[in-house]
């Protein structure tokens, strides 16, 4: 594998460099790899659980970093996990479709 890396004339980080053995978790730029492509099951649980909290408490409650894209940010992830697991995701987006989001900016133009 070495060798079609540098025939391409990339350079290899050594010490970026792990061997994974089959029976642990082997993670590239933050997927998991072993025997799909798919995202952590923590960082899967943290979005259902979010997701969950805004339909049952408001969106307002999750939003604790004061996201001003709150809503396209959690639509986003909901596509990051779909791209990975489509059911997943799929499953998330029925939640997020159960969000009782505030009413629509009333800034905006008028008739």
């Known amino acids: 594998m070495c060798a079609i890396v540098l025939a391409e004339e990339f350079v290899i980080r050594y010490r ?3 061997v994974m053995r089959s ?8 997927l998991v ?3 799909r492509i798919n ?19 408001g969106p307002e409650s999750q939003n604790r970093t004061e996201h001003p894209g709150f809503r396209e940010h ?3 992830k909901i596509a990051y996990v779909r791209m990975t697991h489509r059911e997943r995701g799929v499953r998330l987006q029925k ?5 009782v989001w505030g009413p629509p900016d009333s800034s905006g133009p008028s008739r």
């Open 33 to 35: 790899v072993n025997r």
């Open 95 to 99: 939640v997020f479709d159960k969000i």
């Open 39 to 57: 995202v952590s099951r923590a960082e899967y649980d943290r979005l259902k659980a979010i997701l969950h909290n805004c339909r049952r408490f």
């Open 23 to 30: 029976g642990t978790r082997q993670s590239i730029t933050g």
């Open 16 to 18: 970026k460099t792990r």
């Open 74 to 76: 959690l639509q986003g």
